[in-house]
């Protein structure tokens, strides 16, 4: 198991930006698969992005694409999720998880998860 500490969001007016960073606890930090959800109010947990060990895969979800960015610095044992042309659609608690082996979309296919920061888009 990896800790995990999400940081970095806050409210952001529509067509803003905000980036979130994930640190991780654990010598072993490289090996994992890195991933964003996000849980919106009375909605369930759903994949935003996901990124392998080395930084050379990543994959979206369709909503997200063109507009946000994961990234990993495995020297500093942090991943992070840049958001650029925010809508309210993006509002949500969103939530670092790490995982071995490959990248799946599925939440409860991933075993380590942060306690989530809040993310808020005013229209």
């Known amino acids: 198991q990896v800790q995990l500490v999400e940081s970095g969001g806050g409210l952001v007016q529509a067509g803003g930006s905000l980036r979130l960073s994930c640190a991780a606890s654990?010598?072993?930090?490289?090996?994992?698969?890195m991933g964003w959800f996000r849980q919106a109010p009375g909605k369930e947990r759903e994949f935003v992005a996901a990124?392998?060990?080395?930084?050379?895969?990543?994959d979206y979800a369709d909503s997200v694409k063109g507009r946000f960015t994961i990234s990993r610095d495995n020297a500093k044992n942090t991943v992070f999720l840049q958001m650029n042309s925010l809508e309210p659609e993006d509002t949500a608690v969103y939530y670092c998880?790490?995982?071995?082996?490959?990248?799946?979309?599925?939440?409860?296919?991933?075993?380590?998860w942060g306690q989530g920061t809040q993310v808020t888009v005013s229209s």
């Open positions: 998880a790490a995982r071995a082996g490959t990248i799946y979309n599925t939440a409860k296919t991933w075993g380590s």
């Open positions: 654990g010598r072993t930090f490289s090996s994992y698969v």
């Open positions: 990124i392998n060990w080395s930084g050379g895969y990543t």
